[in-house]
């Protein structure tokens, strides 16, 4: 597991928002609401609530604080 800061990935980020399959998803409304992934997969479920609890990004220091 990961601690500290996450390393930006530019690539990721594109892929992320103009992937097939999340156009799909998000078109004919199959996503699955928030907090659903303890039912669908709770071994990833658990794994990223831990993952982006000891980590942070690099753009997380530039957002402002409230």
């Known amino acids: 597991m990961k601690w500290g800061p996450r390393k930006p990935s530019l690539k990721g980020m594109i892929a992320a928002r103009l992937s097939p399959a999340r156009f799909i ?3 004919l409304g199959l996503k699955a609401p928030r907090g659903f992934g303890w039912i669908t997969n709770p071994k ?3 794994y990223n609530r831990i993952y982006h609890r000891v980590t942070f990004s690099l753009f997380d220091l530039f ?3 409230k």
């Open 25 to 27: 998803r998000h078109s």
């Open 44 to 46: 990833k479920a658990l």
């Open 63 to 65: 957002k402002r604080r």
